[in-house]
């Protein structure tokens, strides 16, 4: 599976990336992430593996000896500018069975190829026309709502599913809303 996690500066995408990174620890996944803010900020996640260097995680999550692996990649939008690592990891977990996160800003940041091999994304509140673009291509018009979300919300979205609200508690599993 490949998912997407987007929205403002702020809003929690990092929070949320650790609580699933978290939750599939206690699942006894092995669980890699690229985290380019790694020596500024130390590492604050549940994870076997975690880098700031593209090549020592390409190593990781290419290796055919490494299946089935759950990959954070932070800051993907500005962090990886080689296209054809890129464009690899679009499609890496079709082969590898990797669950892939590619964590973002803006939809924009990330290549349409990545975006569009998504099978799943979590939406912060997000500006612009990115409201507009990410319902039409997800094919889900209640996206636009993420324009007008509150701080910490997301919208929940999966191939052909229904899309629900959800709020980050801090400390726990996100929970829903509601
Ligand atoms: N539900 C919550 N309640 C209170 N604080 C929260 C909650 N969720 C996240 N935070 C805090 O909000 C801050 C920003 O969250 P986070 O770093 O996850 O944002 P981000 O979307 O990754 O931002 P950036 O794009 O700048 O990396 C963090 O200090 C985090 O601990
Ligand atoms: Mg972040």
Redo the contacts with the bound molecule.
């Keep these: 599976m490949r998912s997407m996690i987007l ?1 403002i ?7 949320l990336a650790r609580d699933i990174a978290a939750t599939a620890k206690m699942k006894k996944r092995r669980v890699v992430v690229f985290d380019p803010f790694l020596h500024s900020e130390g590492n604050t996640w549940s994870c076997d593996f975690i880098t700031a260097d593209l090549d020592r995680f390409c190593a990781v999550v290419f290796n055919p000896k490494n299946q089935g692996l759950v990959v954070m990649i932070d800051e993907a939008g500005t962090a990886l500018d080689r296209d054809a690592d890129y464009n690899r990891l679009a499609t890496l977990s079709r082969h590898s069975k990797h669950d892939v996160y590619f964590i973002a ?1 803006q939809p924009t940041m990330l290549l349409p190829v990545i975006r569009c091999n998504c099978d799943q994304a979590f939406i ?1 509140r997000v500006g612009g026309t990115f409201p507009k673009l990410l319902a039409a291509e997800l094919a889900a018009p209640e996206i636009e709502r993420a324009a007008t979300l509150e701080k ?1 919300h997301y919208l929940w979205w999966r191939d052909f599913s229904k899309i629900s609200e959800h ?4 400390s726990t599993r996100a929970c829903r809303k509601n």
């Design positions: 929205g500066t702020g809003s929690g995408k990092t929070t800003q912060f910490y709020k980050i508690i801090l």
